[in-house]
Antibody, heavy 121, light 108 residues
Framework: EVQLVQSAAEVKKPGESLSISCKGSGYSFTNYWIGWVRQRPGKGLEWMGVIYPGDSDIRYSPSFQGQVTISADKSISSAYLQWSSLKASDTAMYYC??????????????WGQGTMVTVSS | EIVLTQSPGTLSLSPGERATLSCRASQTVGGGSLAWFQQKPGQAPRLLISGASTRATGIPDRFRGSGSGTDFTLTISRLEPEDFAVYYCQQYGSSPRTFGQGTKVEIK
């Protein structure tokens, strides 16, 4: 079964750093794109960016460029979303998702369960 | 960046009724690269439709996607109790991919 399993919920203070993870299983991790999506409480879905673990090709949505870092470790089939200095406005649920095909321009058909990040002083 | 506008914001219907959801793009969506997702409270989004009209694996045939260019529609032929949820369209033909703001289908 193809699965993405995300790391547990986090509670952090403003200014702290954070890395959350997304581990793929049941498929060839290096051959499909992994994307990240933000959903603030009670709000819609926002596309953050994608990574191709095979060669670490990364594409950020302009709204998130410079705000977060996307990376992957193909040796352990995991992708990461990192912040160097969290803000209260980063409070959200974060989802990872996998492309249905190897091409970037395909729908993402498998989603992780989400990681809730709460940033509060 | 392509802006997707969904309408209506909320659709109040009864089980058994037909739901028609609209997604309009600010520019042509290349290659018909339009997807629809369903999201229920406390759950991750689920892919329903890709390529504007192709149902994802396991999606019942009461869900139908149509449209091209800048105008797309998701039709749910007869609403089942489990279909009451929020629906999002997403274009993935141009970078960055973008989502619409969502349509909530609620029980009347």
């Amino acid at each position: 079964e193809v699965q993405l399993v995300q790391s547990a919920a986090e509670v952090k203070k403003p200014g702290e750093s954070l890395s959350i993870s997304c581990k793929g299983s049941g498929y060839s991790f290096t051959n499909y794109w992994i994307g990240w999506v933000r959903q603030r409480p009670g709000k819609g879905l926002e596309w953050m960016g994608v990574i191709y673990p095979g060669d670490s090709d990364i594409r950020y949505s302009p709204s998130f460029q410079g705000q977060v870092t996307i990376s992957a470790d193909k040796s352990i089939s995991s992708a990461y979303l990192q912040w160097s200095s969290l803000k209260a406005s980063d409070t959200a649920m974060y989802y990872c998702a996998k492309s249905s095909l190897r091409s970037l321009h395909t729908a993402f058909n498998v989603w992780g369960q989400g990681t809730m990040v709460t940033v509060s002083s | 960046e392509i802006v997707l506008t969904q309408s209506p914001g909320t659709l109040s219907l009864s089980p058994g009724e037909r739901a028609t959801l609209s997604c309009r793009a600010s520019q042509t969506v290349g290659g018909g690269s339009l997807a629809w997702f369903q999201q229920k409270p406390g759950q991750a989004p689920r892919l329903l439709i890709s390529g504007a009209s192709t149902r994802a694996t396991g999606i019942p045939d009461r869900f139908r996607g149509s449209g091209s260019g800048t105008d797309f529609t998701l039709t749910i032929s007869r609403l089942e109790p489990e279909d009451f949820a929020v629906y999002y369209c997403q274009q993935y033909g141009s970078s960055p991919r973008t989502f619409g703001q969502g349509t909530k289908v609620e029980i009347k």
